[in-house]
């Protein structure tokens, strides 16, 4: 890992294991040590940015450090029908669904923006034709 300067961002994607040390000793059989990453989170001026599923097993103590806490809540079914059809334009797939198919996907299914591109993007670029 590096800092080199004031210009440096670190990212840690999919953090949880690291953050989540509450349940260490069920999870993984041992506890993980907090020492290095408390020393890391009180660090002048370094600049990170920790993504992670779900805080409820990150300690109290973990929790303080951050300076800043942002939490994505699920789309509402507005949102999703412009998600799937944002989707389906980016991968030349809008002309395969219909607006009342689009809507239907968007009250049936309730999942994140990744899931529904990865669904479009293997369905689509695959080979196959569009068939949900």
């Known amino acids: 890992m590096t800092n080199?300067?004031?210009?440096?961002?670190?990212?840690v994607d999919e953090a949880d294991n690291?953050?989540?040390t509450r349940f260490s000793w069920f999870?993984?059989?041992?506890?993980?040590?907090?020492?290095?990453?408390n020393e890391l989170l009180e660090t002048p001026g370094l600049r990170m940015?920790?993504?992670?599923?779900?805080?409820?097993?990150?300690?109290?103590?973990?929790l303080r450090r951050f300076a800043y806490s942002l939490h994505f809540r699920p789309f509402n079914k507005?949102?999703?029908i412009q998600l799937w059809e944002n989707i389906l334009k980016k991968n030349k797939a809008k002309r395969f669904l219909s607006?009342?198919?689009?809507?239907?996907?968007?009250?049936?299914?309730?999942?994140?923006?990744?899931a529904a591109?990865?669904?479009v993007r293997k369905i689509y670029r695959g080979g196959n034709s569009i068939g949900f």
């Open 78 to 80: 507005r949102q999703r």
């Open 117 to 119: 591109d990865l669904a």
């Open 99 to 114: 607006q009342p198919e689009i809507e239907n996907f968007a009250g049936t299914y309730r999942v994140s923006a990744g």
């Open 4 to 11: 080199s300067g004031p210009g440096s961002l670190i990212v």
């Open 27 to 37: 999870m993984r059989g041992g506890t993980q040590d907090k020492g290095w990453m």
């Open 18 to 20: 690291l953050l989540n």
């Open 49 to 62: 940015i920790w993504i992670t599923n779900q805080i409820e097993d990150i300690e109290p103590s973990v």
